[in-house]
């Protein structure tokens, strides 16, 4: 798909830096120029994910920054007499935070771009099941060879390492470099792979099994057929979702900003993935979920 490149418009360019800067034609001239880089750096990274949808955002963006800074004075340029201080401050900082939005745009579509992409990888390996059970797999395997390696290393002698606890250490699988790693003396661990490592594997692992544990539920409640559980709300639904193992709190419309206050406080958070306000579901997230519903009816009654 091919995106097409929208310059910044040179005028509101020039606008921006007209009370700040001696020079507002070269400033202007850098503005296009890093707004041209961001556009073609996203281009470059993001591939097909960058969209026209997306460089028409970041345009808008970068324009609104430029028209709120050229609100902005330097009492270099105009001259310090009746200086207006305090509100040349806060026309500052919202050009700032006009600015920060570009960037934090930015970001995001990469950040967007990598779950995607994680997302196209899990579904080529054939499903988030099936990528957490091999990772556990691998998990326990990688656990049982730090366990004989270091049977290995204290066999007799003890503390000393010779060729032929080497090779067996190689038999294990153990890469060069992590060989060399575990045979170096250590002041605070000794050789080997230190407890607190062991400890920690054993901690991940049990991690990965409980999230292990949790897919084949939402995939047994998936093959059984499990149909959500919908109860309507003034406005919208809330869906108690088995299968995906989510809450979702869904409105026809945008709601006004206290409706939204009032989701955010019952521990719900909006899901680009989803297109909805949603939280794992637990048994305080059904808790949550119930009181809630009857909270918004409540205020529909009050407000009625």
């Known amino acids: 798909m091919n995106v097409i490149y929208k310059p910044i418009d040179r005028d509101t360019a020039y606008r921006a830096h007209t009370f700040t800067s001696f020079s507002p034609e070269k400033r202007a001239e850098q503005e296009i120029a890093t707004h041209k880089e961001l556009f073609d750096n996203l281009v470059t990274d993001l591939g097909d994910f960058f969209t026209q949808e997306h460089?028409?955002?970041?345009?808008?963006?970068?324009?609104?920054?430029?028209?709120?800074?050229?609100?902005?004075?330097s009492s270099m340029i105009t001259g310090p007499a009746n200086f207006p201080t305090s509100r040349n401050r806060k026309r500052s900082d919202w050009a700032d935070n006009k600015r920060s939005a570009v960037y934090e745009y930015y970001n995001n579509l990469h950040k967007w771009q990598g779950k995607e992409s994680r997302k196209q990888a899990?579904?080529?390996?054939?499903?988030?099941?099936?990528?957490?059970?091999?990772?556990?797999?691998?998990?326990?395997?990688?656990?049982?060879?730090?366990?004989?390696?270091?049977?290995?290393?204290?066999?007799?002698?003890?503390?000393?390492?010779?060729?032929?606890?080497?090779?067996?250490?190689?038999?294990l699988g153990l890469?060069?470099?992590?060989?060399?790693?575990?045979?170096?003396?250590?002041?605070?661990?000794?050789?080997?792979?230190?407890?607190?490592?062991?400890?920690?594997?054993?901690?991940r692992i049990k991690n990965t099994a409980a999230r292990v544990a949790e897919l084949e539920q939402r995939e047994t409640?998936?093959?059984?057929?499990?149909?959500?559980?919908?109860?309507?709300?003034?406005?919208?639904?809330?869906?108690?979702?088995?299968a995906e193992n989510r809450i979702n709190v869904k409105h026809d419309e945008k709601p006004e900003r206290a409706i939204i206050d009032?989701?955010?406080?019952?521990?719900?958070?909006?899901?680009?993935?989803?297109?909805?306000?949603?939280?794992?579901l637990t048994t305080n997230a059904e808790s949550s979920a119930i009181s809630l519903i009857k909270e918004l009816r409540a205020r529909e009654e009050v407000t009625a």
């Open 262 to 280: 009032i989701v955010k406080s019952h521990g719900f958070r909006w899901s680009r993935n989803y297109g909805n306000w949603t939280r794992k």
């Open 221 to 242: 409640a998936k093959e059984s057929g499990v149909e959500a559980k919908i109860v309507n709300i003034p406005g919208g639904k809330v869906s108690f979702d088995y």
């Open 175 to 203: 890469t060069e470099g992590q060989i060399i790693n575990i045979t170096k003396l250590d002041n605070w661990h000794g050789v080997g792979f230190a407890s607190f490592q062991l400890t920690n594997s054993n901690a």
């Open 122 to 171: 899990i579904e080529a390996a054939g499903g988030e099941l099936a990528v957490a059970r091999a990772k556990l797999e691998s998990m326990k395997a990688f656990h049982e060879q730090m366990k004989a390696a270091n049977k290995i290393i204290r066999l007799a002698p003890r503390g000393e390492i010779n060729a032929i606890k080497i090779e067996a250490l190689r038999s």
């Open 55 to 73: 460089a028409d955002k970041l345009h808008r963006l970068y324009t609104d920054y430029m028209q709120s800074h050229a609100n902005v004075m």
